[in-house]
């Protein structure tokens, strides 16, 4: 079921299903599997690391800014391979138009949202491994549903950096 918007710069332009969009965040995260791979090797034969927890933190920050090139660069070309399988564009949310680097990169920061918000518990209270991963999932599983209370049913932080994203015929 599809949802199609009210502004009037994009009155035919259809928002694409909750189970559409969840597929393609879902296919993006084990295509992400492979940059991990590709960058945590390059990482590692840069930073001549030989064990896995060494520069831990660094290496963190070494993918943030990899997923940050990454998702920028092909959000302001329109869509990742995951969204162009399933259809899906990011566009500005008032011109309907592709989105500006800065516009993608403020989008990349904001989608952290997805993550982020329940690992602080597991920082304050003890959590193991599984009740961490089964926070982010229940997390993951209220964010997506929230875009429901959004006018034209885009996820919030698409709604906070002025993006949306719309189905492609």
Known sequence: MSHV???EVANTVTVPSMGRRMASWFY?????????FIAGYLFSTLSQTRHALDNRHALQAFLFVVFAIYFTWFWHKGQT???KTWHIRVVDAKTGQAISQKRAFSRYVLSWLWLLPPLPLAAWIP???LETVASVVIWVLVYAQLSRLHPDRQFWHDAWAGTRLVQKA
């Open 28 to 36: 993006e995260g084990l295509l992400m599997f492979g940059v991990v």
């Open 127 to 129: 959590l193991t491994a």
């Open 81 to 83: 391979l995951a969204m």
């Open 5 to 7: 918007i009210g502004n």
